[in-house]
C-alpha cells in the first residue's frame, strides 16, 4: 500500500493561495490521491481525488504531478475557516484499504 | 442522496462494559465500509474495512471486533472496555464505482 509523507504543519495568510504538498512516491498506477480535511472536533471532509489529471472543484485544486509521486492541494483564497488538519490519502479500489497519515496542520493568519 | 448514520454520538462506559456502535448507509449498494478511530490530539487509525457482507479486515489487533451482518450496516464491537478505548469512533464509506467517499458524524466514546 502507497504511503503518504506530508509536512506537519504550515502557516499561509488569509487571502492568500495555500498550498499543501504531498508525497507519495510508492503509488501504483491504479491508486487515486484523495484529499481531506478535519475541523477539531468534526469527522474529516472531502475535498477532491484524483488519478492522473489535475482536478478543480468548487473547494480546491489538486495537481499531480506527471510521475505521479508527488501532488499538490490548491486552496486558491484562504480563509480563516480553512484552518484544518489535511490529509493527503492513496486509495486502491482492489484492496479497498483506505489509511489516514498523520497530516498537514493548516493555521490561516489574519 | 448519500447519507450515513452513527448512533450514539456520544457514550460514557465504565471499563470492563461491552460496546456495540452502529453505522448504516442509505442512497448505494454494496459500499466499502470502515471503522476509524481518533484519540485525543491524535490522527485517523483504520481499525477494520469490509469490502461486502460478512468481509471484515482487521487493521489493529485489539478488543474490538466487527461485523457486517447486511450490505449497509457495519458494527462495532467489543467483549470489555479498556481505558485505551476511549476515543472518536468514525465510520465511513466508499462507493465502489466512482470512489465516492462519505464520513459518518462519529461517536465520542468515554471510557471511565
Known amino acids: 500500500d502507497a504511503k503518504t509523507t506530508q509536512p506537519t504543519s504550515m502557516d499561509c495568510a488569509e487571502g492568500r493561495a495555500a498550498n499543501l504538498p504531498c508525497n507519495h512516491s510508492t503509488i501504483s498506477g491504479n491508486e487515486y490521491v484523495y484529499w481531506y480535511r478535519q475541523i477539531h472536533s468534526q469527522g474529516p471532509q472531502y475535498i477532491i481525488h484524483?488519478?492522473?489529471n489535475n482536478e478543480t472543484n468548487e473547494m480546491a485544486s489538486l495537481i499531480i504531478t506527471e510521475d505521479r509521486k508527488s501532488s499538490t492541494l490548491i486552496l486558491p483564497h484562504a480563509t480563516l475557516r480553512d484552518t484544518a488538519v489535511y490529509y493527503c490519502i492513496v486509495y486502491s479500489g482492489n484492496t479497498g484499504k483506505l489509511i489516514f497519515g498523520q497530516g498537514t496542520t493548516l493555521q490561516v493568519k489574519p | 442522496s448519500q447519507t450515513i448514520h452513527q448512533w450514539p454520538a456520544t457514550l460514557v462506559q465504565p471499563v470492563g462494559s461491552p460496546l456495540s456502535l452502529e453505522c448504516t448507509v442509505e442512497?448505494?449498494?454494496?459500499?466499502?465500509l470502515y471503522w476509524y478511530r481518533q484519540a485525543a490530539g491524535r490522527g485517523l487509525q483504520l481499525l477494520f474495512y469490509s469490502v461486502g457482507i460478512g468481509q471484515i479486515s482487521s487493521e489493529v489487533p485489539q478488543n474490538l471486533s466487527a461485523s457486517r451482518p447486511q450490505d449497509r450496516q457495519f458494527i462495532l464491537s467489543s467483549k470489555k472496555l479498556l481505558l485505551s478505548d476511549s476515543g472518536f469512533y468514525l465510520c465511513?464509506?466508499?462507493?465502489?464505482?466512482?470512489?465516492?467517499?462519505?464520513f459518518g458524524p462519529g461517536t465520542r466514546l468515554t471510557v471511565t
Open positions: 442512497g448505494t449498494s454494496n459500499p466499502n
Open positions: 484524483g488519478l492522473k
Open positions: 465511513a464509506w466508499i462507493r465502489k464505482s466512482s470512489y465516492e467517499q462519505y
